[in-house]
């Protein structure tokens, strides 16, 4: 079972960024996708970003492509997710997820998913 904690939220104008961390512990990455998800009050929890357990094929959902990079530090087992031109509606609770693969594609769908961090607040706002 991998353990995983997000870091990196915060309060920021539309059109600023933020990087999200989510740091692995447990097994190695090589071992797992991870996802990017995001939930907003009253919404239901939506895919962003996932990388697979070999780092290729990032894939990302049409709401944040051009916006949103995920990229990993294997050796620092982190995953991160740079935010870019953010708007007020990526206004959300992030969270990381990993799921036991060593396929080279990933999905962003949530139920796919076994194991989650604590998740971070990410609000844009003027």
């Known amino acids: 079972q991998l353990q995983l904690v997000e870091s990196g939220g915060g309060l920021v104008q539309p059109g600023g960024s933020l990087r999200l961390s989510c740091v692995a512990s447990?097994?190695?990455?090589?071992?797992?996708?991870i996802g990017w998800f995001r939930q907003a009050p009253g919404k239901e929890r939506e895919g962003v970003s996932c990388i697979s357990s070999n780092g290729d094929n990032p894939t990302y959902a049409d709401s944040v492509k051009g916006r949103f990079t995920i990229s990993r530090d294997k050796a620092k087992s982190t995953v991160y997710l740079q935010m870019n031109s953010l708007k007020p509606e990526d206004t959300a609770v992030y969270y990381c997820?990993?799921?036991?693969?060593?396929?080279?594609?990933?999905?962003?769908?949530?139920?796919?998913?076994?194991?989650w961090g604590q998740g971070t607040q990410v609000t844009v706002s003027s």
């Open positions: 997820g990993a799921l036991a693969t060593v396929l080279t594609k990933c999905t962003v769908v949530p139920d796919e998913y076994e194991d």
């Open positions: 447990g097994l190695g990455l090589d071992f797992y996708a």
